[in-house]
């Protein structure tokens, strides 16, 4: 669920981009496909509150254009109402470290932790902003916790993603 999330946050912005700046090519067709199957990704339940879940949706949307402040005022709402919802540090987390809000973005991560350690995404994000802000070791120690929980979960196919960090 959270690496469907990540790609449709990656890839979203792309597949606008493509279809609007050449509607009628076979490539446009296809990555309109993408994104109606990507919307239906949209429709899936991250929290079991329906109203908190289209609030967490809202948030990703407004990330996934940019409006990394409004996202972050969504998921901050999601977190007044429950805040034990881990997604919301989660991707309140990524959004602060889009806006180089570090300390805050760390907070979030190791707030979510602290809710679920068994969640690698957190420690992989976590460790992204330990690498910008310079403390290497602690990113270090993230990311070989991450790769644990990966091996655990039979996701080593995403090593190559956090060797690469590192690089």
Do not use: W
Not at 100 to 125: C, H, K, R, V
Not at 147 to 155: A, D, F, I, S
């Amino acid at each position: 669920m959270y690496l469907l999330a990540k790609i449709q946050v990656l890839l979203l912005p792309i597949i606008i981009l493509v279809t609007s700046c050449f509607p009628t090519s076979g490539l446009s067709r296809s990555l309109n496909t993408i994104l109606m199957a990507n919307s239906q990704i949209i429709t899936q339940t991250y929290i079991s509150d329906p109203h908190l879940n289209d609030l967490l949706i809202q948030g990703m949307e407004k990330g996934i254009k940019g409006d990394y402040q409004g996202a972050i005022t969504l998921f901050t709402e999601v977190l007044q109402s429950d805040p034990n919802e881990v997604e919301a540090y989660y991707n309140r987390g990524i959004a602060y470290a889009k806006i180089n809000n570090y300390q805050a973005a760390l907070d979030d991560f190791s707030e979510g932790l602290t809710l679920n350690q068994t969640m690698p995404d957190l420690y992989i994000e976590r460790a992204k902003v330990y690498l910008q802000i310079g403390n290497r070791t602690a990113a270090i120690a993230d990311l070989k916790q991450a790769k644990t929980l990966l091996k655990q979960q039979g996701q080593t196919s995403r090593y190559p993603e956090i060797d690469n960090l590192l690089d």
